[in-house]
Structures are given as C-alpha cells and as structure tokens.
C-alpha cells in the first residue's frame, strides 16, 4: 500500500492533468458552464486538500472531501439529470431547490452508469461507503473529534489509512469531473488520459 506522501504526490500530478480540461473556450450553455464552475471550484479545494495534508492539517483536509464528491455529484446531475427549470435555479438562486444526495445519486446512476464502463459505478459505491464518514470529517462528528487525542492529551492523530482514503476520495471525484467535462465537450484524448487515470489508480508521467 503505498504511503500518505505517495498519495499525496500522486493526486498532486493528477489535479494538474485535470485541470488542463478547463482550459478552452465552451458553449454558453448552463448544462456545460454549470458543471465546468464545479470543476474549477474542485480543482482548487482538491489542490487545497494536498497542501494541507503536506502541513499537517488534517482535519481541515478532511473536511474539504465531502464538498468535493458533492459538487461532482452536483455537475453529474446537472449535465443530464435536470429539468432545464431546475439547471435555471441552480444558475440564478442560492436557494435553488435540488434533491436530496441520495436522490441525486440515484439519478446519476441511472443517467450515467453502464456495467461495462467501471468508473462509472463510482456513484452508488462512493455514496454508500463513504458518505457518513464524509458528513463526519465536515460537520465536526465523531470521527473529526475522535482524531483529536492522543492517548489522554488533547493532539491531533489520525490514522494514515483513513487520511489516504480522504485523499483517494477527493481525487476520485475531481476525476469523475474531469471525465465528464472531457467528454462532454469531446476532448477525446483527455478523456481517455483521466479514463486510464481512474481505471489504473494513476501512474502519471509527468
């Protein structure tokens, strides 16, 4: 299993390969404009997650992950899920009544899963597994206050696996993004590059 420092050296590599899918000039379409908003704001707090990692600040990291599956799950939902009243609000309206994760998982899943393209079990799997833990590192739970002593003194120790989990499931997401904004606006050989990023579990060479 490689080490919290390879992690972190490896979703450095791949935040910047998806970064570049920003790069360029899109339709004025909100389908594709809203979801290339989310990218760009993952981009950042993926890149954040990384930085406060390598300084040690890991419940900050840890309570960036849960934002980040969030508005890829935001884009996905948006991109084919919508009514184009809902993608609207979503446009114009803090307030913009969306439905609840589970219900937007859902939709993703049957919008955009197929058996033979494994990325794309992501959704379900991620929500199920991973989302209570999520929830806890962001709203300060029991797992955030848990990590805060060290035997009977009050400093901060997490568990190496849970912070490479953190990270894995920040960078998952931002390549889910990346995937869908690629291809979406037929970047072929970017999507292919992020494709072979999920499938491989990275290996970039950069």
């Known amino acids: 299993m490689p080490s919290l420092s390879e992690v972190l050296v490896e979703a450095e ?3 910047g390969k998806v970064a570049g899918v920003l790069h360029g000039h899109y339709a004025d379409d909100r389908r594709l404009t809203i979801p290339l908003a989310y990218l760009n704001v993952c981009v950042d707090h993926h890149r954040a997650v990384v930085l406060l990692m390598e300084d040690q600040l890991y419940a900050s990291a840890m309570a960036l992950v849960r934002p980040i599956f969030e508005a890829m799950i935001k884009a996905h939902w948006v991109s084919k899920c919508a009514s184009r009243a809902q993608v609207d609000e979503v446009a114009e309206s803090d307030n913009a009544k969306v ?5 937007m998982v859902d ?3 049957r919008a955009f899963s197929d058996p033979n393209d494994e990325p794309l079990t992501f959704f379900r ?3 199920t597994d991973a989302w209570q833990a999520m929830n806890s590192y962001t709203h300060s ?5 848990i990590a805060q002593f060290s035997g009977d003194r009050i400093e901060a120790k997490y568990a190496e696996e849970d912070l490479i989990d953190g990270v894995n499931a920040a960078t998952a997401s931002v390549l889910m993004l990346g995937y869908l904004i690629a291809a979406s606006t037929r970047q ?5 590059e992020i494709m072979e990023l999920f499938t491989s579990g990275g290996s970039l060479s950069v």
Not at 99 to 103: A, D, I, N, R, T
Not at 141 to 145: A, K, S
């Open 13 to 15: 590599a791949i935040n």
């Open 99 to 103: 439905p609840k994760m589970h219900e």
């Open 107 to 109: 939709a993703v899943d």
């Open 125 to 127: 799997r991620a929500k």
């Open 141 to 145: 739970g029991f797992r955030q206050l």
């Open 188 to 192: 072929e050989v970017a999507a292919a």
